[in-house]
């Protein structure tokens, strides 16, 4: 086949199957309409720190997709990445170290002995269970294995969930959060270890991924939108930019959330209406603020402190500065404090004031020389459009497909498509299951011949 493969967003997505197509010997041009690669992973310098937009670790990192996609591709070693594995819950009475796995439970001091034992009766058999017979779960509550729970065991939950989903558990499905567990069970072949890249900045994935795509002859175009894909007779045959070029091509891909694409990027009539409304309700809104602080001293050797209980607004202390110092100038030390909110927050400059004034009192309450020690704080206020495992029955097979029967040459990537995870990963782990059905279509597919519209 002459032509090739056209993918849409510069996304952890889209650069993942792009790499992997390099793998395969195809070549893939990117276009991406912002100055940056990485979608939602992009960082930024400022005050000569490295802020990540959000906070992002790479979950059970060596059996992450993300990491088997570099390890398939061989270029693991590219990427050096720092273990995130000093956790721990702050409660009224003091610290408590994170269980790392299943058999920890039963040191967990948190909370009584007789509740240890109740929470290895709900984990054991998600731990040992198949992923497929997770995915029947799906539509279930994961607060329906845990409403009996005492309040520190549910706290517990809520902490585990804001680590592994950064939502609260009355979001989660049951099942994805029993694949999760699976994921981390050592004797499945699991690891309840996180990362981080050492460089500084979660986009240090992204650069390594282009930096593989373009020594293999595919291209990343940056300020690059893209105003149509041109669908005849049911087939893709090809794009115009936004400089109205018609790029001619039978395979183009779409890395971001397709409620968005199908809307923006199609004719009317391309796809059925009631394809179409299916769709458009996999568009769901979360809403978070979070908060940069740069400190002149060091307020702990930990890397992320959970806050639990009701009375906290934080839900998730992380600091950067000690997972990897190269975020930070020497002499300062980088935090990042997050919780989700409402969406109608993030319009709201007096609520986003009350939540970072409310987590710099909490945050001081457990380190008391935390306001003495603040050099600047940069609060973020965002919203994204997205469903990933968030309200059960709206994830795994329930979201976007990788392809459709209306259009031949057409595919999605991305963490809002068929996917295990969340955010980044389950990005990677989408482009893993959609290469096989380009690479089906591309074997049996021929040229375009399109009339240029």
Not at 190 to 216: C, H, M, W
Not at 249 to 278: G, M, R, W
Not at 386 to 412: A, R, Y
Request: glycine letters at 6%; proline letters at 5%.
């Amino acid at each position: 086949m002459d032509n090739q493969v056209i993918i849409i967003g510069a996304g952890v997505g889209g650069l993942s199957l792009s790499a992997l197509l390099s793998h395969e010997g195809i070549q893939s041009k990117i276009f991406e309409k912002s100055q940056k690669i990485g979608g939602r992973t992009a960082s930024m310098i400022y005050k000569n720190h490295i802020l990540d937009n959000g906070f992002h670790i790479m979950p059970f990192y060596t059996q992450s997709a993300i990491y088997k996609i570099f390890k398939k591709i061989g270029i693991e070693s590219s990427l050096k990445l720092s273990k995130v594995d000093e956790i721990a819950f702050f409660a009224a009475d003091g610290f408590h170290r994170y269980p790392k796995g299943i058999s920890d439970l039963l040191r967990l001091s948190m909370i009584p002995f007789k509740s240890r034992l109740s929470l290895l009766k709900i984990l054991l058999p998600m731990a040992f269970t198949s992923i497929e017979k997770t995915e029947s779960w799906d539509n279930i509550p994961l607060t329906e294995s845990t409403k009996n729970l005492d309040n520190k065991s549910n706290a517990f939950f809520e902490a585990v969930c804001m680590l592994a989903f950064a939502d609260s558990a009355k979001n989660i499905s049951l099942g994805e959060f029993a694949r999760t567990i699976i994921r981390a069970n050592p004797f499945k072949g699991g690891t309840s270890e996180f990362a981080y890249p050492q460089k500084g900045g979660y986009d240090e994935i992204s650069r390594v991924l282009r930096n593989y795509i373009e020594r293999n002859g595919g291209s990343v175009n940056l300020q690059s939108p893209i105003k149509k894909i041109i669908v005849q007779n049911k087939q893709v045959v090809g794009i115009i930019d936004s400089k109205e070029n018609f790029i001619e091509t039978n395979c183009v891909v779409i890395s971001y959330p397709a409620y968005h694409a199908i809307n923006q990027l199609f004719d009317k009539d391309v796809f059925d209406e009631k394809f179409v409304n299916k769709i458009n309700k996999l568009n769901e809104t979360t809403a978070v603020v979070e908060v940069h602080f740069a400190l002149s001293k060091k307020l702990d050797n930990r890397q992320v402190v959970f806050p639990v209980g009701d009375k906290y607004v934080s839900k998730g202390i992380f600091f950067i500065s000690n997972m990897t110092p190269n975020v930070s100038p020497k002499g300062e030390h980088l935090i990042i404090s997050g919780t989700p909110v409402p969406p109608n927050y993030v319009k709201d400059p007096s609520k986003i004031r009350e939540i970072v004034d409310q987590m710099k009192n909490e945050i001081n309450d457990i380190y008391p020389e935390f306001q003495q020690s603040l050099l600047w704080e940069r609060p973020m206020a965002w919203s994204l459009v997205e469903s990933v495992v968030k309200k059960p029955g709206m994830v795994w097979k329930s979201k976007m497909p990788h392809s459709v029967k209306d259009v031949s040459g057409l595919f999605f990537v991305g963490d809002s498509t068929v996917s295990y995870g969340i955010g980044t990963d389950s990005a990677a782990h989408s482009s893993i299951l959609c290469l096989p059905k380009i690479l089906e279509y591309l074997k049996t597919s021929k040229p375009t011949m399109a009339s240029i519209p």
